[in-house]
């Protein structure tokens, strides 16, 4: 397929604006398949996996191709949930379009404004489909002025339906003036998109001034290409995929208005921080993006790859990353929902799948030529978690299966994170929310049979003192034989936060010899890590050993190990012992009608606002910081009270000290 003839689009937008829907009724159009499936039924082309036919809409993102007026049409469904946002947002590098669906009869939320300011973001040419004809004037017209104000008012409609709302009118291509249309004028919208595309040529402008004469979609090609990768248009169509009205229409649109692979914006590649420009040409270097990894239970990996430059054949040698040791292409794929057709070639402009590539993760650069082994994309801004789960294997002896699983369920999706917490030996799955999470643990026990019980990740709290003291230990054993003897004299001081330990010798005259003061640090060391009064590591604190005895015969290391540890915990326990928690800095981005709301909520829970900023209209940024401990169901709260309209991201500040009731809570549970 020649790539003047390849349009690569993504279909995104909040849930239940009939993404799926709408593409299965291209695929029919277009003659792709025989029967038009249905969501409710479970028989759509893009969800056919096991959790989108449950839960009624989009889980995966789904590619699927379809043929037009001699156009491959390259489309993505992605899924709208708010909780999966990063399932969509990881294939924009796949497409030169963004497509953002829009049902008139929802209020267009914060994952449609998400969508659509990260489009911007990747430099991706922009539309806006009006998914829904059968809805009164007067709503059709307050929707385009939300769209003018959430999205600027360089969206234009570039079609309109009609009166009755059974069919919609051209206003670019053929705009045909007598037809009554139910919202504005097919000639005033023909001539405000004219007006905004010749905005981008002067020479063009100044002929149309001049001569006045109309000019011919041949002449507004290059302008509205241009006008649409400096986001100076943003075209809107109408269509309903229920009654087929405007689909072919935008169809059309798609293949002869959308830009083609090298006509869109250039990927956002880098080489040691500097942009590199890729020519989408077959005869070059070849360069390659991984945008997605599934794992098939029969097939194993799959590696869905968008080829910028150059091309992949199977039985290709390329690299991946900075690694120097090539692979060899097996197989290459093109996939429609469940069902695959083998290629032997991927062009430039075009995209593939790679099956049993197990070196291959997303977001790899594949290449074939070292002269590209440090280039990569530029770093996607995935959402930050915001809901965590601690898992442990219901089965004993499955903790190395949980950590296999879990490394293939993160690999398939970007906005997982997986950890292990040292100190509280702890597996965490972080994610979006409760949704997110239960649809990762849904899959680990239907496709991988492993079952985990979970839990709230433990908080980790800290201890410190908040004064000097001071205490001395000895330590004497003598049971027959060779015995043990000890003694430690130290001081103990405060030291400001995020100093973490201080160990000072000031032993002298021999009074512990040198070799043994060593054991005296490492019983202290053993004390740090086992805590004082909450079973909590203890830290930024000075510990001075200045005096002891010892025994010619008995004082042997273990004798010093002890007596330092309980010397320690002594001065310890006289120097005002508190238990240190961990306080968040949190940023929100909340409608502002529910700023009140939201701020009243985290005072409640011993939050601090420290500052609000207007975002847009709509939406208004909080600043405030937060105990970790009144955030463990966060993301339930944030969106009972936001109705899922709001997010919010957090990093550790600091430590401060716990007030009396958490103390002595978190010591009662010790």
């Known amino acids: 397929m020649p790539i003047n003839k390849i349009r690569n689009i993504a279909f995104v937008g909040q849930t239940g604006t009939g993404k799926t829907t709408l593409i299965e009724k291209l695929l029919h159009t277009c003659q792709a398949t025989r029967t038009l499936g249905k969501v409710e039924k479970g ?15 989009s889980i995966e993102a789904t590619p699927v191709t379809m043929r037009y007026d001699k156009h491959r049409l390259n489309i993505i469904d992605t899924p709208g949930q708010n909780e999966l946002l990063g399932r969509a947002l990881s294939v924009f590098p796949a497409v030169e379009t963004s497509a953002l669906i829009i049902d008139p009869q929802q209020p267009i939320t914060q994952t449609s404004q998400r969508l659509f300011a990260f489009a911007q973001e990747q430099k991706k040419c922009q539309m806006i489909i009006i998914n829904k004809l059968d809805v009164s004037a007067s709503k059709l017209s307050q929707l385009l002025d939300e769209i003018s104000d959430k999205f600027g008012d360089y969206c234009l409609p570039i079609n309109l339906p009609t009166s009755d709302g059974k069919a919609v009118v051209d206003c670019f291509f053929e705009p045909n003036m007598g037809v009554e249309t139910l919202i504005n004028d097919v000639e005033a919208a023909h001539e405000t998109l004219i007006d905004q595309v010749i905005e981008v040529d002067e020479e063009l402008m100044e002929l149309y ?54 006509e869109g914006n250039p990927p956002l590649l880098e080489k040691n921080g500097n942009k590199v420009k890729v020519n989408c040409e077959t005869l070059e270097h070849t360069v390659a993006h991984v945008y997605k990894i599934s794992v098939d239970p029969y097939m194993g990996k799959l590696a869905y790859v968008r080829v910028f430059q150059g091309e992949i054949n199977a039985g290709s040698q390329l690299y991946v990353g900075e690694s120097n040791k090539a692979f060899k292409v097996g197989h290459l794929y093109q996939l429609q929902g469940k069902d695959r057709t083998e290629i032997h070639q991927a062009l430039a402009g075009d995209s593939c799948v790679l099956a049993k590539v197990d070196e291959l993760e997303f977001d790899s650069i594949l290449h074939d030529s070292h002269d590209e082994d440090d280039v990569e994309l530029k770093t996607l801004n995935f959402p930050q978690p915001m809901y ?6 219901i089965k004993r002896g499955d903790e190395q299966k949980l950590s296999d699983v879990l ?11 997986i950890e292990h917490r040292a100190r509280t030996n702890e597996t965490i799955i972080c994610g979006q929310g409760e949704f997110h999470l239960k649809v990762a643990l849904e899959k680990m026990q239907s496709v991988y049979k492993l079952e985990v019980e979970t839990s709230q990740p433990s908080v980790e709290y800290y201890e410190t003192i908040t004064k000097p003291a001071e205490a001395q230990y000895r330590h004497k054993k003598q049971s027959g034989g060779a015995g043990q003897f000890g003694e430690v004299h130290l001081k103990v001081a405060p030291l400001e936060r995020g100093s973490g330990f201080k160990f000072i010798n000031k032993v002298v005259g021999g009074a512990i010899p040198t070799a043994l003061v060593p054991a005296v640090e490492k019983g202290i060391k053993q004390a740090l890590e086992e805590g004082a009064i909450s079973g909590n590591p203890i830290k930024d604190i000075e510990v001075t050993v200045f005096d002891g005895k010892y025994h010619s015969v008995d004082s042997k290391e273990i004798a010093f190990v002890i007596a330092g540890k309980k010397a320690f915990l002594t001065a310890v326990q006289e120097a005002g012992p508190i238990v240190l928690e961990p306080i968040v800095q949190m940023e929100l981005a909340i409608p502002t009608q529910y700023v009140g709301d939201v701020s009243g909520d985290l005072s409640g829970n011993r939050g601090l606002i420290e500052g609000t900023e207007q975002i847009d209209a709509n939406y208004t940024l909080l600043q405030a910081k937060s105990p970790i401990n009144e955030l463990q169901d966060y993301a339930r709260r944030l969106r009972s009270i936001t109705g899922g309209e709001g997010s919010f991201s957090m990093s550790l500040s600091h430590y401060e000290p716990a007030p009396p009731s958490v103390q002595n809570q978190v010591c009662a549970e010790a």
């Open 407 to 417: 490394n293939k369920i993160a690999s398939e999706d970007p906005s997982l994170r």
């Open 388 to 393: 965590s789960l601690c898992l442990k294997p």
């Open 209 to 262: 001034l001049e001569q006045g004469s109309e000019l011919t979609p041949q002449q507004l090609h290059d302008p509205f290409e241009e006008a649409l990768r400096t986001g100076h248009i943003i075209p809107i169509c109408f269509v309903s995929a229920e009654t087929g009205a405007g689909v072919d229409l935008l169809l059309k649109t798609l293949s002869e208005i959308m830009p083609m692979p090298n």
């Open 43 to 57: 028989d759509t082309i893009t969800d056919f996996d096991a959790q989108s036919i449950q839960y009624q809409h």
